[in-house]
């Protein structure tokens, strides 16, 4: 079965320093990697995706993420995070040719002045 | 806006009562899912259609629990007799297949 682990329930970082959220997964083949970022109250945006092929992938805001296979993570990275960042943000993992996503539980990101 | 609706969305109810929600997916997408998220936790897999065939059902979807894709495109989630375990956001998405998925705002449901 496959799983994601979020190891960081909160993250507290000014506003313009870097960010790194962590995302480990347990599947057994090249799995399908997701990020999304979920405003209070609010549904699930999608910010990135891996499938296969170049190993560091952009997305939208300012957002990439780097699939390492040997660690079995997928870290979602901003160089500079703005105030409008503060959100919960969710990794999950999906397999060619079963629908499901399975997500992570979560790190919710505060941003301070 | 074209992208992925749910209604209503917020809903309270007394304990025991039959609640139904809707989603209407993006148009052109054939797979629509049902996810359920409690507060803390990310979303759970509940159930999955392809065009109006219901093609997988999370454990996690017990008998009080039913969901429907008639036609093809909008979709239902009905919940008999309430519990308050039941309190969660029920999140809809749909995809044009590939694993991505496109999300709604959820219908927020409390049950007292």
């Known amino acids: 079965a496959q799983s994601v682990t979020q190891p960081d329930i909160h993250i507290t970082v000014s506003e313009g320093a870097s960010l790194e959220l962590r995302c480990n997964y347990s599947?057994?083949?090249?799995?399908?990697l997701f990020w999304y970022v979920q405003s209070p109250g609010q549904g699930l945006q999608l910010l990135l995706k891996?499938?296969?092929?170049?190993?560091l992938v952009q997305g939208i805001k300012g957002f990439e993420a780097e699939f390492k296979r040997s660690q079995s993570s997928f870290n979602l990275r901003k160089p500079s995070v703005h105030w409008s960042d503060a959100a919960e943000y969710f990794c999950?993992?999906?397999?060619?040719?079963?629908?499901?996503?399975?997500f992570g539980t979560g790190t919710r990101l505060t941003i301070i002045p | 806006d074209t992208g992925v609706s749910q209604d209503p969305r917020h809903k309270i109810t007394k304990r025991g009562q039959n609640v139904t929600f809707r989603c209407d997916p993006i148009?052109?997408?054939?797979?629509l899912y049902w996810y359920r998220q409690t507060l803390g936790q990310g979303p759970e897999f509940l159930t999955y259609?392809?065009?109006?065939?219901?093609?997988?059902k999370s454990r996690l979807l017990s008998d009080r629990f039913s969901a429907e894709r008639p036609k093809g495109s909008f979709s239902t989630l009905e919940i008999q007799r309430t519990e308050q375990g039941d309190s969660a956001m029920y999140l809809c998405?749909?995809?044009?297949?590939?694993?991505?998925?496109?999300f709604g705002p959820g219908t927020r449901l409390t049950v007292l």
């Open positions: 599947y057994g083949a090249t799995p399908y």
């Open positions: 998405a749909s995809s044009p297949g590939g694993n991505e998925q496109f």
């Open positions: 148009s052109e997408h054939n797979r």
């Open positions: 259609f392809q065009n109006e065939a219901q093609l997988e």
């Open positions: 891996y499938f296969s092929g170049d190993t």
């Open positions: 999950a993992v999906g397999r060619f040719g079963n629908e499901k996503l399975t």
